[in-house]
Nanobody, 125 residues
Framework: VQLQAFGGGLVLPGGSLRLSCAAS????????MGWFRQAPGKEREFVAA????????SHSDSVKGRFTISRDNAKNTAYLQMNSLEPEDTAVYYC???????????????????WGQGTLVTVSS
């Protein structure tokens, strides 16, 4: 699976962005898709994950209620809708694919097999 994340940019605090992750390859629909982020000087952290069917999702406590992960298997694309953005959300956001098809709480990055190149989200006034 090859992944390409896009949709990042500069947004005011309280604003919204939707990130997209376009995938190529036949295994997208059987893969758990995840979003991670990495702020300067910090480790990469889990943001959200969604099962292959879309029926199960997991969000980190820091984004729960503000961010929503979704997917469209017909378009081989995963999304991260981000609302009520805060300066602390500033980071490079990465999408990733886990071929196991399982959604677990707080997965480590090492669980994911394939990674996109990242898209920068900056929340600032």
């Amino acid at each position: 699976v090859q992944l390409q994340a896009f949709g990042g940019g500069l947004v005011l605090p309280g604003g919204s962005l939707r990130l997209s992750c376009a995938a190529s390859g036949r295994t997208f629909s059987s893969s758990t898709m995840g979003w991670f982020r990495q702020a300067p000087g910090k480790e990469r952290e889990f943001v959200a994950a969604i099962s292959p069917s879309g029926g199960t999702t997991s969000h980190s406590d820091s984004v729960k209620g503000r961010f929503t992960i979704s997917r469209d298997n017909a378009k081989n694309t995963a999304y991260l809708q981000m609302n009520s953005l805060e300066p602390e959300d500033t980071a490079v956001y990465y999408c990733a694919a886990d071929g196991s098809g399982v959604v677990i709480t707080k997965p480590t990055p090492s669980r994911y097999d394939y990674w996109g190149q990242g898209t920068l989200v900056t929340v600032s006034s």
